[in-house]
């Protein structure tokens, strides 16, 4: 199994930036894809950015030239650091890992941290 647990989280004002941090822990050897999605209120829950275990990125195009995304491998850590935030920013952001074992892909979630961009 494996827990990611989400911070960094908070109220900010627009304009300004947020890291979020996100660990991940149990018994597992290694994560594919790691990745951040967002889910603002009475929306879908969508990507914002992914990194494969080899540093491949993806990122949506609304937050393309104000977020990056990165990983410690030796960590298993993934992180978001947000710039030139936006109201429309706000959102409950996810992390979120898979791995595969003999074939069968597993997906994990963390528990969701709240981001609120507002002056």
């Given at each position: 199994q494996v827990q990611l647990v989400e911070s960094g989280g908070g109220l900010v004002q627009p304009g300004g930036s947020l890291r979020l941090s996100c660990a991940a822990s149990g018994n597992f050897f290694s994560l594919n894809i790691m990745a951040w999605y967002r889910q603002a209120p009475g929306k879908q829950r969508e990507l914002v950015a992914e990194i494969t275990s080899t540093g491949i990125l993806n990122y949506a195009d609304s937050v393309k030239g104000r977020c990056t995304i990165s990983r410690d491998?030796?960590?298993?850590?993934?992180?978001?650091?947000?710039?030139?935030?936006?109201?429309?920013?706000?959102?409950?952001?996810?992390?979120?890992?898979?791995?595969?074992?003999?074939?069968?892909?597993?997906?994990?979630?963390?528990?969701?941290?709240?981001?609120?961009?507002?002056?």
């Open positions: 491998n030796a960590k298993n850590v993934v992180y978001l650091q947000m710039n030139t935030l936006k109201p429309e920013d706000t959102a409950v952001y996810y992390c979120y890992a898979n791995r595969w074992v003999l074939g069968t892909k597993y997906n994990y979630w963390g528990q969701g941290t709240q981001v609120t961009v507002s002056s």
